[in-house]
């Protein structure tokens, strides 16, 4: 761990970085970023991006809302064939892009959100088979 002093519109902050291997660089500075930011009541930028975030899923199939936000866009579609993995929508929060990705192999049932809806934690968003 690194310590380091910084200044954001004239307040200074000290921040900790840690040095990631190779592999996790690219998806935990994003989110370790965002942590950090938070931390030190920094507001992050505008529409980050935060990848391979994991929707709650239940037995009966579906994809719930990880956390609350504002639906930005939705890539699936009723009656689509979707692998596990395969981006569903976007759900911003916190000023963060937050890509939810299907949690198993499987067909939509039903897409219970709209673009722009807001959503809580626990809200089913989709429904799968």
């Known amino acids: 761990m690194k310590k380091y002093r ?5 307040k200074e902050y000290e921040v900790e970085i840690e040095e990631l291997g190779k592999e996790l660089a690219g998806e935990e500075t994003s989110i370790s970023t965002a942590k950090q930011q938070k931390k030190q009541n920094v507001a992050p930028s505008p529409r980050q991006t935060t990848k391979n975030v994991s929707p709650k899923i239940t037995g009966a199939g579906e994809v719930k809302a990880p956390m609350a936000g504002k639906i930005l866009r939705i890539q699936a579609k009723e009656g689509q064939e979707v ?21 198993k192999d499987g067909t939509i049932k039903e897409v219970l959100v709209k ?12 429904k799968m088979e």
């Open 6 to 10: 910084v200044k954001v519109d004239g």
């Open 83 to 103: 692998k596990e993995g395969q981006l569903l929508l976007l759900l911003e929060a916190m000023k963060m892009e937050n890509e939810i990705y299907a949690p």
């Open 115 to 126: 673009e722009e809806m807001n959503v809580t934690p626990g809200d089913v968003m989709i």
